[in-house]
């Protein structure tokens, strides 16, 4: 019973103060026309498989739509860069996601073309599931006054969602 009274007391206070961050607004349409410029920063992995390895990344947003954005993200480590597409709300939470390839350097698909395994398939392993798209970055609030985003970032889709998943920061330059 003291397990369960904690694990509520835990779920309650970490909704109570979400909620209670969520009582500012913002202008969403402002803010993604905020968002256009080049920011750059780190993706920090944690799941098991690459638990401590980082990419620099470099998101360029090219531009915004009312609460939409689009841009491209390049990364130090690989030929591949992805488009992005996002939203930001009106509370400020910014999401997100690599959603086709701008630029395809081929880790991933030069693998899943020459790949005939489908068990234990090297393409579906780090590093190379890195460069498949799909990858959602969430849980950033958009602030101001210093152009920093944290947040995380995790493979969405069905494909073994646990391969890449991680946090992030990116500063506006």
């Known amino acids: 019973m003291k397990i369960i009274t904690s694990l509520v007391f835990i779920l309650l206070a970490s909704s109570t103060y979400r909620c209670a961050e969520e009582e500012i607004t913002i202008d969403c349409t402002q803010a993604t026309s905020d968002m256009i410029g080049t920011w750059r920063g780190k993706l920090n992995y944690t799941n098991s498989q690459a638990n401590g390895a980082s990419h620099n990344i470099t998101l360029s947003i090219i531009s915004s739509n009312g609460c939409l954005f689009q841009g491209i993200s390049a990364f130090d480590a690989s030929g591949t860069s992805f488009t992005v597409s996002?939203?930001?709300?009106?509370?400020?939470?910014?999401?997100?996601?690599?959603?086709?390839?701008?630029?395809?350097?081929?880790?991933?698909?030069?693998?899943?073309?020459?790949?005939?395994?489908?068990?234990?398939?090297?393409?579906?392993?780090?590093?190379?599931?890195?460069?498949?798209?799909?990858?959602?970055?969430?849980?950033?609030?958009?602030?101001?006054?210093?152009?920093?985003?944290?947040?995380?970032?995790?493979?969405?889709?069905?494909?073994?969602?646990?391969?890449?998943?991680?946090?992030?920061?990116?500063?506006?330059?």
């Open 86 to 173: 996002g939203t930001i709300d009106k509370y400020g939470w910014v999401e997100f996601m690599e959603t086709s390839y701008e630029i395809d350097g081929g880790e991933y698909t030069k693998c899943a073309s020459t790949s005939t395994s489908s068990w234990n398939n090297p393409c579906n392993q780090w590093p190379n599931v890195r460069w498949r798209t799909g990858v959602k970055y969430h849980e950033a609030r958009f602030r101001s006054d210093p152009l920093v985003l944290q947040g995380e970032f995790f493979s969405a889709g069905g494909w073994r969602s646990s391969q890449v998943r991680g946090t992030y920061q990116i500063v506006k330059d």
